[in-house]
């Protein structure tokens, strides 16, 4: 029912109804809705912003393999959001999850390889990642597989690769 509300399907959306639903099934262990009440209490949407009870229920979520749980729990420690920062710790949750298949982890562990966050900068790693996140059209992904074949940043530089990657990026 949380689904229904949060996006006015069949009935009119309402930000608190699909809280309250979210909660009544993620009390009940359903990892979907304890994302989804993650994200509105992160957001502050159809209930007060809590950042500490988001980052609990990420948590519980990303226990039951949720990958994309994992990924927003990385990224509350890696930028200290309602929880202790602790990049390192976030870049484990984040490779766990790209490493899942999940894009826009693969996406966030190519940032933290390339910009050296929880993990020694690679510049070879971080192209690795972001090309994994835009074959799977990520579109910020596919702009760094640009810009690093345009520059030749962990990878030969190759014009003509980087104009067909800018390209993905733009569509």
């Known amino acids: 029912m949380g689904t229904f509300y949060d996006y006015g399907i069949g ?29 509105a209490l992160y957001e502050g949407r159809g209930v007060k912003r809590d950042q500490k009870a988001a980052a609990r229920w990420f948590q519980r979520a990303a226990s039951e393999g949720l990958p994309e749980a994992g990924h927003q729990l990385g990224y509350c420690y ?58 799977r059209d990520h579109k910020d992904a596919a702009h760094n597989v640009a810009y690093f074949y345009e520059t030749g940043r962990g990878v030969r530089e190759d014009k003509k690769k980087a104009e067909f990657w800018y390209g993905r990026a733009r569509q």
Request: charged share 30%; proline share 3%; hydrophobic share 35%.
């Open 11 to 39: 009935t009119k959306k309402s930000a608190s109804r699909a809280v309250k639903s979210y909660r009544k099934a993620a009390l009940l262990g359903n990892r979907d809705a304890q994302y989804n009440l993650g994200l």
């Open 78 to 135: 890696r930028y200290g959001r309602g929880v202790r920062k602790n990049q390192a710790k976030g870049f484990e949750l984040e490779i766990e999850s790209a490493k899942n298949g999940y894009p826009e982890a693969q996406f966030s562990v190519g940032v933290c390889y390339s910009r050296g966050e929880g993990v020694p900068a690679d510049p070879k790693e971080a192209f690795k990642w972001f090309l994994k996140a835009a074959k």
